[in-house]
């Protein structure tokens, strides 16, 4: 014991002898270690243990899935409902939740809240009190006790600004008064992120109501109980009710799933999986650094070593001393690396915001993770400790004793080891440097995207006036026109339009000449001055525009987008073609006469489908009403103008959002910019690591072989001549690296290619760049200490030696 | 106390087998000053090594105290090192992180003694080679004759009846040098068996034999008279 004590006070006092290497062998352990830990935790959050929930693994979601068209409902029908809350041997815990609004009277207008009316038990799920006051009392949800809500933090700050005496006060809905009884975390965001209340409610006995799927339900399975098993039951249920009742539930499965899938599409999954290898990769750097650093480290104490030998220290003995030294460096290197984690984590909660990756619970170091740090450091120190330790103490003593230090030369093998640590950071480093560039490359192309219209000074608002007072179509439409006058007149506005959006939408079976079918998308569009089509700037390939004699005519008339023209193959004259749009009651034909361009209305890399246009006029409500303004002036300057008008024009509208489109659009690549800006971190951190294993080996090598340079220079050697050797004894193991790396990129970039816009793995542009990059990056590394080599004075150094 | 018997050393080397050692044999008693004597490469630090058990990869036959070296295990080899043996270096070797003190202690360390024991033999060897007051001190600050007065003390710490050095003057000026024989002398006196390696006919007259080696061969020995060793 008291041995090894000394071991630990020598080795803390070797650490301190060289305190440039300790600080640097630290700070990469750091680096490597705290990057890692803090993708972990982010990628538990989201990924693994999102659920802030006890024994979270017996958590399902259950939901419809439309078979025919492959589409998810938001969960299932009443009747499946009831048949589920009999199953006590399977569910021990069924929670539903259906999306919900109130409104209230804002400053101007209506305001329309959304939020989710739960069953009285759904709080008891979660594993999580709330920030402020409590959730759901006993028998709150059950008729005539339903007039409490609980409110989410980020609803909480901006319509109460954080007020914490909102509890227990009465807030006056249109449809109902409510008191606040809670507010729950920031991160509580359950089903869905931008969630503002939750509202308790039993959902309502509609044994007959099978083609309503739409609420959500979360089950909590009984321990033992399996998915499969679970899913067993799902599918006896659908079964049986397609054969009873067809008509509604025919092509209907039923899946269960783990409700922590419920935060994780496939996007977030490659994500968060591309930066765990991105991080692996600086971890293995800065292994390769640590490994090399230690090897010249316990090179230095050869002679040490041998003289420890000689005065009766046994193999293990000496083992024991490295390696306690090494363990020391990385329980300190893993220290620093919890720092590291630290600013990790709150980096990446910056980063990357709650809509692009939804987690409910914060994101936080645990003793789990503190534990396996301990235990990572420690192995690291182990695995790094024990290779160089077993060279040294490998080596011939008696040659080590009669040498001086700088005379000892690395063995061949040790030399090589070294190289190939260099060799494999630099091609690790390649490929972040390439999967940064592939990213950049992406976002650059998915900002050039043409969206097929000018996003520039246009503002796009959805309308929602009180539908019930305009179930008269003719009273809409005199709505419109009255609105479009009203914002036509403005000063500062070029031109309004209207349309109606084909979101959420059934698609349309229509059929070509040729009888091809296709599934297609119908919007509606102003005619003449209203037509949006016109104010959006989209470009109209052939054809004419919709016009008012369009409306209401015996024949009947289309506007397609290009792709729809392609689908049906109308070749290079599609106006006057006929299209049939396909229906119980037979086909109904359409004069194709105007073709547009594709529009990208939302966000840039939006997949173009088969879309036509009709005048709005013939749509009835339902389809979402959006109004389009092109203006000549800065877009926000005219939007409380805008909104006045609206005012003026139906009070009781609900408040409308005004999105620029410029920005909506830009927006809409945030996903993309963060992946980008965290793998150029990545590959900064991994390119800078690198470059210091490149720095650290040469020099060293450098170092030691002072004798040698100034017998060259001795013999006549220009400074010239050896710093060209030792650049291209630093540059032969960066190429091979370089070499090595763009393979690993072209065999790995297919993980990363779907998380690319219109970008190959193989893009010859991002690849040279990084590996220019690197070369330059290097050759500065390399240069420094071959400078130094060459400024050997063979005076001095002959002598001392 | 020591045999050996037809000792060999060679390097393979790409122009063929290169020796360093030739069949070498010899006794020494326990008791003994030998100096071992020679040109460069003549074997003399090889020899030494191989006696010290430094090196292993040799042929012959080593025998000490009747324990037959050449057949012994390399954790058996090093259990009769720890037990006999004793080195001191030309160039001192200390460590140069460690103090006066801490150097001392560093063989002790490998011989399971208790910490308490550790201390009084340590404290007892300062006293004895003059050194306590320098026992905080670190190998930088002393001078070459008491760096090599602290690693003689740190050779004998443990006892050994074998004391090996090889040319510990070879870094020390002339006064320097007489005052580590005189020691060298006076740990012979009481009992300690020693074998020196040196270029100095003068020190090498501290001893009772010379052995001489040429080109790996042993070349001849001399035994030294009273007078002879007197008169230097």
């Known amino acids: ?801 | 106390m020591i045999q050996l018997k037809n000792i060999e050393k060679c390097y393979e080397t790409r122009a063929g087998r290169t020796y360093v050692l030739r069949q070498i044999t010899l006794d020494i008693e326990e008791g003994e000053f030998i100096t071992v004597m020679g040109p460069s490469a003549a074997g003399k630090t090889t020899l030494l090594n191989i006696l010290g058990m430094l090196d292993s990869d040799w042929t012959g036959e080593y025998h000490l105290f009747d324990q037959a070296v050449h057949t012994l295990k390399p954790k058996q080899r090093l259990a009769l090192n720890k037990q006999h043996i004793g080195f001191v270096f030309q160039n001192f070797n200390l460590l140069d992180t460690l103090t006066v003190y801490e150097n001392l202690d560093v063989p002790l360390s490998y011989r399971n003694i208790k910490a308490s024991e550790r201390a009084a033999m340590v404290c007892d060897t300062l006293d004895r080679f003059g050194i306590v007051g320098k026992k905080d001190l670190f190998p930088s600050q002393l001078s070459g004759g008491q760096q090599q007065l602290v690693g003689v003390a740190r050779a004998v710490i443990a006892g050994p009846t074998l004391l090996l050095a090889d040319e510990p003057t070879g870094n020390l000026h002339s006064s320097q040098g007489e005052a580590i024989m005189d020691l060298f002398k006076k740990l012979n006196r009481e009992g300690t068996t020693i074998i020196q390696v040196t270029h100095s006919e003068r020190y090498a007259s501290y001893g009772k034999r010379i052995i001489k080696l040429a080109d790996g061969w042993l070349d001849g020995e001399i035994c030294l008279t009273e007078t002879a060793r007197k008169d230097g």
């Open chain 1, 1 to 801: 014991m008291h041995s090894l004590w000394q071991d630990i006070r020598y080795g803390c006092r070797m650490l301190a002898k060289d305190p440039g290497v300790t600080a640097v062998a630290m700070l990469t352990l750091a680096i490597g270690i705290g990057a890692n830990m803090a993708i972990l935790s982010f990628v538990r959050a989201v990924l693994l243990d999102p659920l802030p929930a006890r024994h979270a693994d017996q958590l399902v979601q259950i939901r419809a899935l439309d078979k025919s068209s492959g589409q998810y409902r938001m969960g299932v029908n009443p009747p499946t409902l009831d048949e589920l809350h009999q199953r006590d041997e399977i569910f021990s815990e069924l929670v539903v939740f259906e999306n919900h609004s109130v409104t209230y009277q804002g400053e101007l207008f209506q305001e329309r809240v959304w939020g989710n009316k739960v069953s009285p038990n759904f709080f008891d799920m979660w594993d999580i009190a709330p920030q402020l006051g409590r959730t759901f009392a006993a028998g709150e949800g059950q008729p005539g006790k339903d007039n409490v809500i609980v409110l989410s933090h980020a609803y909480w700050k901006s319509r109460f600004g954080g007020r914490t005496s909102v509890i227990g006060e009465t807030i006056q809905f249109n449809e109902a008064d409510l008191t606040v009884v809670g507010v729950m975390p920031p991160d509580f965001q359950f089903p869905y992120n931008g969630l503002n209340y939750w509202i308790a409610g039993e959902y309502p006995v509609l044994p007959d109501a099978y083609g309503y799927r739409d609420f959500g339900l979360a089950a909590r399975m009984q321990p033992g109980v399996t998915l499969a098993q679970t899913q067993a039951l799902l599918d006896a249920i659908a079964a049986r009710h397609a054969q009873d009742h067809p008509i509604d539930n025919k092509g209907f499965s039923i899946t269960v799933r783990p409700l922590r899938m419920m935060f994780s599409t496939e996007q977030i999954q490659k994500t968060l999986l591309s930066l765990m290898v991105a991080v692996g990769f600086i971890l293995l750097i800065a292994c390769a650094n640590l490994a090399n650093l230690l090897f010249a480290r316990t090179e230095n104490r050869k002679r040490e070593l041998a003289v420890r030998s000689a005065l009766g220290a046994g193999t293990l003995r000496l083992l024991r001393q490295l390696l306690t030294q090494s363990i020391l460096l990385a329980i300190l290197g893993g220290s620093c690396g919890l720092l590291v984690t630290y600013w990790g984590i709150e980096a990446l909660t910056i980063l990357i915001p709650q809509n692009i990756m939804p987690r409910l619970k914060p994101i936080e170091m645990d003793f789990g993770l503190l534990g396996l740090t301990l235990v990572l450091s420690i192995a690291a120190g182990i695995g790094f400790g024990l290779v160089p330790a077993w060279f040294a103490c490998r080596g011939d003593i008696g040659n080590s004793l009669k040498q001086t230090v700088s005379a000892v030369s690395p063995d061949r093998m040790r030399r090589r080891l070294s190289d190939a640590l260099v060799v494999s950071q630099v091609a690790l480093a390649v490929v972040l440097l390439s999967g940064a560039g592939l990213m950049i490359s992406s976002v650059v192309k998915l900002l050039k995207v043409d969206p097929g219209y000018d996003p520039t000074n246009l503002v796009r608002t959805f309308l929602t006036p009180p539908w019930d007072d305009y179930q008269d179509l003719a009273k809409k439409d005199f709505l419109l026109q009255q609105l479009h006058e009203r914002w036509s007149s403005l000063p500062g506005v070029d031109s309004v339009g209207i349309g109606t959006s084909y979101g959420g939408q059934k698609p349309e079976l229509w059929a070509g000449p040729d009888g091809t079918t296709v599934e297609v998308r119908k919007a509606g569009c102003g005619v003449g001055d209203e037509n949006f089509l016109r104010t959006m700037g989209a470009r109209l390939v052939a054809g004419r525009y919709l016009g008012t004699s369009d409306i209401g005519a015996q024949r009947k008339t289309i506007v397609i987008n290009e792709f729809m023209a392609r689908r049906f193959q109308l070749g290079q004259d599609p106006i006057g073609k006929i299209l049939a749009r396909v229906t119980d009651q037979g086909p109904v034909n359409y004069e194709v006469v105007g073709v547009v361009g594709d529009l990208r209305d939302y966000v840039l890399n939006q997949e173009i489908e088969p879309v036509y246009y009709r005048p709005y006029q013939e749509i009835p409500l339902g389809p979402p009403l959006f109004v389009v303004v092109r203006t000549a002036v800065k877009t926000r300057s005219i939007l409380t103008s805008l909104r006045n008008e609206l005012k003026d024009l139906e009070p009781a509208m609900n408040a409308p959002v005004f999105e620029i489109v410029e920005i909506s659009l830009y927006n809409s690549t945030g996903s993309h910019r963060i992946y980008m800006k965290c793998m150029i971190l990545s590959a900064a951190v991994g390119l800078g690591l690198a470059v210091l294993g490149i720095y650290g080996v040469l020099a060293y090598s450098v170092a030691r072989r002072t004798k040698e340079m100034a017998i060259r220079i001795a013999l006549g050697a220009l400074p010239s001549n050896i710093i060209r050797n030792t650049v291209w004894e630093g540059l032969r193991t960066v190429l091979l690296g370089i070499a090595l790396g763009l393979l690993g990129t072209f065999w790995l970039s297919r993980f990363i290619e779907s998380l690319l816009f219109e970008t190959t793995a193989h893009d010859p542009m991002p690849l040279a760049g990084a590996v220019v990059l690197l070369i330059g990056v290097a050759t500065i590394a390399i240069w420094i200490p071959a400078r130094r080599a060459a400024k050997t004075d063979p005076i001095v150094t002959l002598r001392y030696e």
